[in-house]
């Protein structure tokens, strides 16, 4: 028989999946949840909020039996999900079902069940004799390029926690992954001059422009794809660079003023991801100036949208063999999908994405999460604690 995680679990989880946390809208509500959960069992918590004060991340520290605040292992996932319009769904997203041996509800696998863990675990962790802290690290806006984590790695940074290591429980069916790809999202705003279409000499088309572009960054695209460098862990095993989106002109008879693109790149860690990025600002500049010599009132402006580094943890860093004597599934495997582990790695963190459900059922509609892998990350968090308590 299947593994069946306990009510109290399976009550935290729900209690987090039904306030509807998609990125466009505000965490708070959430917030308040977990900081009261944590509250009642006698642990501190801070607010990070973001500038317009609208969403927050949550870092609490649940000190050594000592009182030490330093060290020890940070839990970390995010309080975000993604939206579900246009998707068909068999029953409310954000009203958890169980079926088959499955929970079903938007966050469910992407990642509230990790969280929802770890609010199960709060008395066991405050009532252990911790031999080191243990950090409890919820950030929002993850969805969207890993917005809120900066700020909150950077508040662990500055409070000199010093942790030693890192579990970030995205869903990766309980595999201990030490490697994952970059994610850097692009929007490449085109300028031209808008004319009739019979007289063409006086405008400057950006959709022309912009598609000098997209074919730019698919011929990078190819030179990957082709040139390598190559990491066989990957199921993609090279640099990803795809154009997604487009859009421009209003009507068949008019030159376009304007055009939009939209790009992303996803780099393996052998990858110079700054020189990358300034190779795709060069040509996006190199286009502008072309546009101007048109016409001066053309041009083109290139944004970084959203970027999160990636994550290289060595194979031999404590914390890999850390998670799995926890109960992690050890692998050599590295995952395309960006985490916020980057954002801990490139802090100096070891860290690796451990955590319970299949990132195949994230973002899709009628996601779900197997139940006996909620219970195995039940398994993990209690051997984390036995393993950090004193004997």
């Not at 072309?290 to 194979?315: K, L, R």
């Not at 802090?347 to 955590?355: D, E």
């Not at 299949?358 to 039940?378: G, K, R, S, T, V």
Request: with cysteine; aromatic share 6%.
């Amino acid at each position: 028989m299947p593994a069946t995680p306990a009510d109290a679990t399976i009550t935290e989880i729900t209690n987090l999946i039904t306030f509807d946390t998609t990125s466009r809208d505000t965490n708070l509500p959430l917030i308040d949840h977990v900081e009261a959960r944590l509250q009642a069992a006698g642990i501190e918590s801070r607010r990070i909020p973001n500038p317009e004060g609208t969403k927050a991340n949550l870092l609490a520290t649940i000190p050594a039996a000592d009182g030490t605040t330093t060290g020890g292992i940070v839990l970390s996932g995010h309080t975000d999900v993604v939206p579900v319009d246009g998707q068909e769904w068999s029953s409310n997203p954000f009203t958890p079902e169980v079926r088959d041996e499955k929970l079903y509800a938007r966050g469910s696998a992407d990642m509230k069940s990790f969280i929802g863990v770890i609010l199960s675990r709060l008395e066991a962790l405050k009532s252990a004799k911790l031999s080191e802290p243990i950090h409890l690290a919820f950030s929002y806006d993850e969805e969207i390029g890993c917005v809120g984590a900066i700020s909150l790695v950077e508040a662990i940074t500055e409070e000199g926690l010093a942790p030693r290591g890192c579990i970030v429980g995205e869903p990766s069916s309980m595999r201990a992954i030490r490697g994952h790809k970059s994610m850097n999202v692009f929007r490449v705003d085109f300028h031209g001059v808008a004319a009739h279409s019979s007289l063409t000499p006086e405008g400057v088309n950006a959709i022309a422009y912009a598609s000098e572009f997209v074919a730019f960054v698919h011929a990078v695209a190819a030179e990957f794809r082709t040139e390598g460098p190559f990491d066989e862990a990957y199921v993609v095993p090279f640099t990803s660079v795809t154009a997604n989106t487009f859009t421009g002109g209003i009507a068949v008879n008019t030159i376009p003023a304007e055009a939009t693109v939209q790009f992303e790149f996803r780099s393996l860690g052998s990858v110079d991801r700054e020189a990358l990025i300034e190779r795709f600002r060069a040509e996006a500049q190199r286009l502008g100036r072309a546009m101007a010599a048109e016409n001066e009132a053309a041009g083109v402006d290139f944004t970084i949208e959203a970027e999160a580094p990636g994550c290289e943890t060595p194979a031999d860093a404590d914390i890999v063999s850390l998670a799995a004597n926890w109960g992690g599934v050890a692998t050599d495997d590295k995952v395309t999908y960006g985490t916020e582990a980057g954002l801990f790695s490139e802090a100096g963190i070891p860290t690796v994405v451990c955590g319970p459900g299949d990132i195949a059922q994230a973002h899709a509609p009628d996601e779900f999460i197997e139940l006996d892998q909620i219970a195995a990350c039940e398994s993990f968090i209690d051997a984390l604690i036995a393993d950090l308590s004193e004997n």
